[in-house]
């Protein structure tokens, strides 16, 4: 798992210093300081070099044919908001209408996907997983927190602790990206 050392925070984020020799700095207020621009660079490098080995770790263990990412992640979005159209699901991931319409023909044909028309109006579709895909679903995520377990009983206590210390400003993170797009 040599992947993730060269992704280790090395930038520290400083408050700038003021002296009565140094010049005021001028930036824009929207422009983000160097400092903070190198961390948010290893930062998201370490998190993607932790989805990336993650996700690689867990296919080798899976038993089953793993599924392709949109399909995985269409399966994910449907089971946590049963009824979704597929339109929402495509603003949601991002993707054309026709794109995900054909996800979902993929999904329903191995069964962990089922469509029902809208009452309102019967021409749309709305989404539900099935049994199987919730099966999969847990199977799937219990399989990568076991790897993810695993790996942590192998760092030192404090690292464990730093870790699960920096999980709340993870999510608040992660929440600001989004409210940036």
Known sequence: MNDITSAAPTAELQ????SQTQEPQTQAADTPRPQTLALATEL???????RRIARREVRLAWPDEPLPAAQGELLRLAAAR???SVADAAHELRLAPNTVSTLVGRLAEAGLLDRTRAVSDGRSVRLSVTGKAIRRIAGWRDLRAELGARALDQLPASDRQALADAVPALLRFAA??????
Request: aromatic fraction near 0%.
């Open 15 to 18: 408050e700038p210093q003021e």
């Open 44 to 50: 998201l490098a370490a998190v993607s070099a932790i």
């Open 82 to 84: 049963p009824g979704l």
């Open 176 to 181: 600001q990206l989004e409210e940036e797009d």
